[in-house]
């Protein structure tokens, strides 16, 4: 009565059938009648109402057939189960929800037990290393890792339980070609399994063009070094000449000028005046 939303007294004798909702009447007739057979299902699970406006969801289980003053009835026992059907609900939408991004992803996501051995992987997973959901589906994560060892793999995953990482290895493809991949790991645990999640994306391009820059950008400090190179030697050679050339002109205006104080010295002040300060500069 409490269940149903009605009065004890104003329960009996009413038909059950008023209270399952409109879209619950094909199966609850259905379950009936296995009940009064005695086949199978044993339970169901209906919609009913609650009152004049509320509904919830309930579970029936037949408990068998009995007699009661000399009636034969049947016996059911009722449960709410509201609360675990709206959990499940939400699950399954976070699951279709989750199901959806990961088939849609543009990076290989996959799922793995504590082992190694995959247990689901998106279309993106499968493009990347070049097989089937069928052929990858039988695949331990040793079969493509080709830079670590299974039991390294294990020592890596057993680390990773309950946190996140973010590392770079190399992936072997079904036709034995390497890519450079980079990995977003999660490791959990559910239920008493630990599982491990991960993001995989080809890096493969990105460390080229990485490989590429570096050598470009070493190239180039190589043509700068040359580059100083050649202007030190250029300075070198100037530093040369000015030494040299310059010095020797200014050694022989310095003996004519020594040559003009010796000869006009006496005869002309005057001159003598500006031979000294041509000597001094």
Request: charged fraction near 30%; hydrophobic fraction near 40%; glycine fraction near 4%.
């Amino acid at each position: 009565a409490t269940l149903l939303g009605v009065e004890y007294n104003d329960l009996l004798r009413r038909s059950f059938e008023h209270f399952v909702t409109p879209e619950c009447q094909g199966g609850w007739h259905r379950y009936f009648e296995g009940m009064i057979k005695n086949e199978e299902p044993k339970s169901i699970e209906l919609v009913l109402k609650r009152g004049a406006t509320d509904v919830f969801h309930a579970r029936l289980e037949f408990l068998g057939m009995a007699t009661y003053e000399k009636a034969t009835v049947i016996r059911i026992t009722l449960s709410d189960i509201t609360e675990r059907r709206l959990a499940e609900q939400e699950s399954l939408r976070l699951l279709h929800r989750n199901q959806v991004l990961m088939n849609t992803s543009l990076d290989g996501i996959h799922v793995m037990d504590i082992q190694g051995n995959l247990l689901e992987a998106n279309d993106a997973f499968c493009r990347m290393l070049g097989y089937t959901q069928k052929k990858i589906a039988r695949l331990n994560v040793a079969d493509w890792d080709a830079k670590l060892t299974a039991d390294e793999i294990r020592l890596a995953f057993k680390k990773t339980i309950g946190k996140s990482a973010v590392i770079e290895t190399i992936h072997r493809r079904k036709d034995g070609t390497l890519i450079d991949v980079e990995i977003s790991v999660t490791g959990v645990r559910i239920d008493g399994r630990e599982y491990v999640f991960a993001s995989s994306r080809d890096i493969t391009e990105r460390k080229r063009i990485a490989s590429n820059l570096e050598e470009t950008t070493r190239l180039l400090r190589k043509l700068v070094a040359a580059h100083e190179s050649s202007l030190e030697e250029e300075r070198k050679s100037i530093a040369r000449e000015v030494h040299d050339e310059l010095g020797q002109l200014l050694t022989s205006l310095r003996l004519d000028i020594s040559l003009i104080r010796i000869r006009f010295f006496k005869d002309n002040p005057d001159l003598m005046q500006i031979v000294k300060n041509m000597t001094e500069l």
